[in-house]
């Protein structure tokens, strides 16, 4: 919402940066474009990389989009100098495919969509969630992690608000642990329906079942600043998949593969933090 114009995106970026501060008079376009490259040749004299992460991109207008382009021209004759990663809703595909934008697409060098959540990776979400919080893990039986898993249809959102729920109506009713019966309670006040691609299974009740006894726990991952090095590749592992939202798209980074993903990301490393149950 604060990115309107040029001009608005490039001082952001500065000030994200630390380049600028959020006191400093408005300047023209040229000199933010001089401020960044200087910046960004620095980091690259310092053996480092820089990458700008631009969230909710979808909601961004063709003028904005048109001029993260031009920031992927920052290069030296054999590296880039800023990556650039767009992260939004399904929607930014659509936008990205219009023909206005084609040179945008062109340089787009990897995408990738991440699906909603099998039921496995949303026993070892919550089960993460409920560590973070420090909460036992046997505060869902297993049956109300199924349904959770089917009324949610797998995107950590509404996986967020059923299982929020669930724990002030097992509070209110005195219960040690949230049950499926109370999870359909909810999804009807909220007015969700199943999925119909959820698979549907008979539940059978098992007396005290919890979530945390079959599967691992997700490790959060890292952003900061890397020494440059040869690409590789990072594996956080299946299970990390819960830790962002399924129904969003990444379009990720502009220049071919030849910087290491996990670097400094503008704005973003305050994202990575763990959180609690509440959204």
């Given at each position: 919402n604060m990115v309107v114009d040029a001009k608005d995106l490039l001082r952001y970026v500065c000030e994200r940066f630390g380049i600028l501060a959020a006191t400093d008079a408005q300047k023209e376009i040229h000199d933010y474009l001089s401020a960044l490259e200087q910046f960004l040749m620095e980091c690259y004299r310092n053996g480092q990389y820089a990458a700008l992460i631009i969230d909710e991109a979808q909601n961004?207008?063709?003028?904005?989009?048109?001029?993260?382009?031009?920031?992927?021209?920052?290069?030296?004759?054999?590296?880039?100098?800023?990556?650039?990663?767009?992260?939004?809703?399904?929607?930014?595909?659509?936008?990205?495919?219009?023909?206005?934008?084609?040179?945008?697409?062109?340089?787009?060098?990897?995408?990738?969509?991440?699906?909603?959540?099998?039921?496995?990776?949303?026993?070892?979400?919550?089960?993460?969630?409920?560590?973070?919080?420090?909460?036992?893990?046997?505060?869902?039986?297993?049956?109300?992690?199924?349904?959770?898993?089917?009324?949610?249809?797998?995107?950590?959102?509404?996986?967020?608000?059923?299982?929020?729920?669930?724990?002030?109506?097992?509070?209110?009713?005195?219960?040690?642990?949230?049950?499926?019966?109370?999870?359909?309670?909810?999804?009807?006040d909220l007015q969700l329906a199943v999925s119909p691609l959820a698979v549907h299974k008979p539940i059978e009740p098992r007396v005290g079942s919890g979530i945390g006894s079959d599967h691992s726990i997700a490790r959060s991952p890292v952003v900061g600043l890397m020494p440059k090095k040869p690409a590789h590749s990072v594996a956080y592992g299946e299970s990390q998949k819960s830790t962002r939202a399924a129904s969003r798209v990444g379009e990720v980074r502009f220049s071919a593969i030849s910087a290491p993903p996990n670097v400094l990301a503008a704005g973003e490393s305050d994202r990575l933090k763990a959180s609690g149950l509440q959204s």
């Open positions: 961004l207008s063709t003028e904005v989009l048109e001029n993260v382009r031009l920031l992927s021209n920052f290069e030296t004759p054999t590296d880039k100098l800023l990556q650039i990663f767009l992260v939004g809703q399904p929607e930014l595909g659509i936008r990205l495919n219009a023909p206005e934008l084609r040179q945008l697409k062109q340089r787009i060098a990897l995408r990738h969509h991440l699906r909603p959540l099998n039921l496995t990776e949303c026993k070892e979400y919550i089960c993460r969630r409920l560590e973070v919080s420090e909460g036992s893990l046997g505060l869902f039986t297993s049956e109300a992690v199924e349904v959770i898993h089917e009324y949610s249809s797998g995107i950590p959102r509404v996986i967020n608000i059923l299982c929020d729920n669930g724990l002030l109506t097992a509070y209110a009713l005195h219960k040690p642990a949230v049950e499926s019966g109370m999870i359909l309670e909810v999804a009807r």
